[in-house]
T-cell receptor, first 112, second 114 residues
Framework: KQEVTQIPAALSVPEGENLVLNCSFT??????LQWFRQDPGKGLTSLLL?????REQTSGRLNASLDKSSGRSTLYIAASQPGDSATYLC???????????FGAGTRLFVKA | DADVTQTPRNRITKTGKRIMLECSQT?????MYWYRQDPGLGLRLIYY???????NKGEISDGYSVSRQAQAKFSLSLESAIPNQTALYFC?????????????FGPGTRLTVT
């Protein structure tokens, strides 16, 4: 059974700092991994999707990596800003299946 | 306009009442999903539908039912609401032809059962 874990559950950093959010999963037979941003009381916004055959994806100040062999993905945020404050969730879709398993998220607070 | 919309956005209801949450999408996706989100637990799948005639239970379907009225519409019903169904409910869509099943979410419905 696939389990997805995000550590830490919460993180507070000063503005301008580069930071890494972690996502680990127990079953390496994945189809893709998706990172989302969720603002309080709002829906999920897709940030990056990495397919199983890819190692990383980049969008602006965000870079997501995928290492299936170790069951890990990281989301790197460069030069963090107060507007980056939100909860970040990772979600794993397994190979040959329809279900997507979500982590509980990391709540990020960037201090001005 | 948003690709995935949900109504209502907020709802307070009493125990035992029947509630319907509605979802509409303009992305043309075949697959639609209903999730609930509870603090600290991530999102859990309630029901999913691959097309109008194909509806399946997810991991926490007890106490819920769904209807896929059209490709673009997927409704979730709570037959007799109970307090532990208080949660944030999300509708989502995906399609194999769109960025390998990338999921698109609605804004959510915050449901409170008293």
């Amino acid at each position: 059974k696939q389990e997805v874990t995000q550590i830490p559950a919460a993180l507070s950093v000063p503005e301008g700092e580069n930071l890494v959010l972690n996502c680990s999963f127990t079953d390496s037979a994945i189809y893709n991994l998706q990172w989302f941003r969720q603002d309080p009381g709002k829906g999920l916004t897709s940030l990056l999707l990495i397919q199983s055959s890819q190692r990383e994806q980049t969008s602006g100040r965000l870079n997501a990596s995928l290492d299936k062999s170790s069951g890990r993905s990281t989301l790197y945020i460069a030069a963090s800003q107060p507007g980056d404050s939100a909860t970040y969730l990772c979600a794993v879709r397994r190979t040959g299946g329809f279900k997507t398993i979500f982590g509980a998220g990391t709540r990020l607070f960037v201090k001005a | 306009d948003a690709d995935v919309t949900q109504t209502p956005r907020n709802r307070i209801t009493k125990t035992g009442k029947r509630i319907m949450l509605e979802c509409s999408q303009t992305k043309g996706h075949d697959r639609m999903y209903w999730y609930r989100q509870d603090p600290g637990l991530g999102l859990r799948l309630i029901y999913y539908s691959f097309d109008v005639k194909d509806i399946n239970k997810g991991e926490i379907s007890d106490g819920y039912s769904v209807s896929r009225q059209a490709q673009a519409k997927f409704s979730l019903s709570l037959e007799s609401a109970i307090p532990n169904q208080t949660a944030l409910y999300f509708c989502a869509t995906s399609d194999p032809r769109d960025r390998a099943y990338e999921q698109y979410f609605g804004p959510g419905t915050r449901l409170t059962v008293t």
